[in-house]
């Protein structure tokens, strides 16, 4: 997981906060598309922020 726009967040502790934006590029590797989209959409699922919304069409042609 790469973060973007670190000069606008901050972390507490163990928590991250951001300002909005894009904030996150989460990647994977694998063997194949299917199974590398699914680890990184699987990861994605394990992020939660307020306002937090993601495309779901990325990595599809």
């Avoid at 996150?24 to 598309?33: E, F, R």
């Avoid at 989209?37 to 599809?60: C, N, P, T, W």
């Amino acid at each position: 997981m790469f973060q973007c726009s670190t000069p606008e967040q901050k972390k507490e502790g163990n928590t991250y906060y951001t300002a909005g934006g894009r904030v996150l590029g989460v990647t994977a590797v694998a063997d194949n598309l299917d199974a590398v989209l699914g680890k990184a959409y699987e990861s994605v699922q394990k992020i939660k922020f307020k306002d937090m919304h993601y495309r779901k069409d990325i990595g599809r042609v």
